[in-house]
């Protein structure tokens, strides 16, 4: 089974520039998770999906972060206009349907950004 | 807020002996536990879970223990081996948030042969 993809592996931009990560979850997860983990800390929830509907986005910041998942399979994150706080690694998890007995997430290898 | 915590930054084990990790969280609705392994330039990787319905669970070398009235958790590896060098992430969920994790900073250990 493939895991989860996503692309770029790194990233380096200017401040003010935008930017946007891909997700590919593994086929049949209906919940996808995009999470920032700034160097040192644990990650953080940005945004949850369920299918193709936004379950959690309270830790977004909307001012310049967006996210969507078209037809409930891939996600793109976008950071519009980059602020140098927002260096850090994307990471993308996914996780089975509900109904099950374990919650576990699947995590990709992460997008690095780094904003100069 | 920081609602998961690990005290320990940095641990180090002989090979061959037990390791611990601990975890704890503020949080009495969380409900569901996990520890994950990640390696630099990768994402982490799933090891183990408990449910709070559980004070323990074992999968081969590792076990997880769940203090609910001390709203503590930890990681013992038995026997310690150099490739479970790497960063452990403790992390935990609950219903109402989706099951959505709530990490700690991780603990790195180092398994020295």
């Known amino acids: 089974e493939a895991g989860v993809a996503q692309s770029p592996r790194y990233k380096i931009i200017e401040k003010r520039q935008s930017v946007a990560f891909w997700c590919n979850p593994i086929?049949?997860?209906?919940?996808l998770y995009w999470y920032q983990q700034i160097l040192g800390q644990g990650p953080k929830l940005l945004i949850q999906f369920q299918n193709n509907g936004v379950v959690d986005d309270s830790q977004l910041p909307k001012d310049r972060f967006s996210a969507e998942r078209l037809k409930g399979v891939d996600s793109t994150l976008k950071i519009q206009p980059a602020k140098l706080e927002d260096s850090a690694v994307y990471l993308c998890?996914?996780?089975?349907?509900?109904?099950?007995?374990?919650?576990?997430?699947?995590f990709g290898p992460g997008t690095r950004l780094t904003v100069t | 807020d920081q609602q998961v915590k690990q005290n320990s930054p940095s641990l180090s084990v002989q090979e061959g002996r037990i390791s611990i990790l601990n975890c704890d969280y503020t949080?009495?609705?969380?409900?569901?536990f996990l520890w994950y392994k990640k390696y630099p330039a990768e994402g982490p990787t799933f090891l183990i879970s408990i449910s709070s319905i559980k004070d323990k669970n074992e999968d081969g070398r590792f076990t997880v223990f769940l203090n609910k009235s001390a709203k503590h958790l930890s990681l013992h590896i038995v026997p310690s081996q150099p490739g479970d060098s790497a960063v452990y992430l403790c992390a935990a969920s609950d219903l109402d948030s989706g099951y959505a994790l709530n990490f700690g900073k991780g603990t790195s250990l180092l398994v020295t042969p």
């Open positions: 086929s049949g997860h209906a919940t």
């Open positions: 949080n009495s609705m969380f409900d569901y």
């Open positions: 998890a996914s996780s089975p349907p509900r109904g099950r007995l374990t919650y576990e997430q699947y």
